[in-house]
């Protein structure tokens, strides 16, 4: 079974300074995508960022980085130059994709974390 | 290319009824996946739909259903309400292949009272 883990239900940074979201995942199945979407206050899940089990190299997305570290089971995201409008959910994600079980699998998501951006 | 667009977007009921909500996957995307997203059980997986097909299901009663038309556009059913049906329900749908990230609509704000 799959799992995702973002431990920190809330955080805060100052603008302009960098800030890294914790997650940690669990399968075993050795082809799987991790993702990181935002949740504003509007309500609309947007897509930041995706890193596959394959790839050698972290994903960046402009301000957004993911430090994927696959022996840890960890997908932390980074956001450098926090900006006010960084303040929402953030939730990260996975997708597994298993032969023996049909393809590709439902996407897990995780609790989320809250950051707020102070001023 | 226009978005996921989702209808309505705003819905009230009363504990019983029934209620249908649709989505529109952007143009291309075969695979339609709906969550259920409440503050206390946060983003619930209910189904995944590809060619018309249900690919994944999540642990909800039958009271919860859906399909798919040839054109990919998506619906879901929930019948008999519940109080504990009150939620944003978020459709999203996907391409297939490298990355496969979802790409979410606006949701449907659906109250029972």
């Known amino acids: 079974a799959q799992k995702i883990t973002q431990t920190q239900p809330g955080m805060f940074v100052q603008e302009k300074e960098a800030v890294t979201l914790d997650c940690t995942y669990d399968t075993s199945d050795p082809s799987y995508g991790l993702f990181w979407y935002k949740q504003p206050s509007s309500g609309e899940m947007i897509f930041l960022i995706y890193q596959g089990s394959y790839d050698q190299q972290n994903a960046t997305e402009g301000r957004y980085s993911l430090n994927f570290q696959k022996a840890r089971k960890s997908a932390n995201l980074v956001i450098s130059a926090s900006q006010l409008g960084d303040s929402a959910m953030y939730f990260c994600a996975m997708r597994l994709y298993s032969v023996n079980s049909g393809g590709y699998q439902k996407v897990t998501f995780g609790t989320g974390t809250k950051l707020q951006v102070i001023p | 290319k226009a978005g996921v667009t989702q209808t309505p977007r705003y819905l009230i009921k009363t504990r019983g009824q029934q209620v249908t909500l649709s989505c529109s996957p952007i143009?291309?995307?075969?695979?339609v996946s709906w969550y259920q997203q409440t503050p206390g059980q946060g983003l619930q997986f209910l189904f995944e739909y590809f060619s018309e097909t249900q690919r994944n299901k999540g642990n909800f009663p039958g009271r919860f259903s859906g399909r798919q038309f040839s054109n990919s556009r998506s619906e879901m059913n929930v019948s008999t309400l519940e109080l504990g049906d009150s939620a944003l329900y978020l459709c999203a749908s996907s391409l297939e292949g490298q990355g496969n990230e979802q790409y979410f609509g606006p949701g449907t704000r659906l109250t029972v009272t």
């Open positions: 143009s291309g995307h075969r695979s």
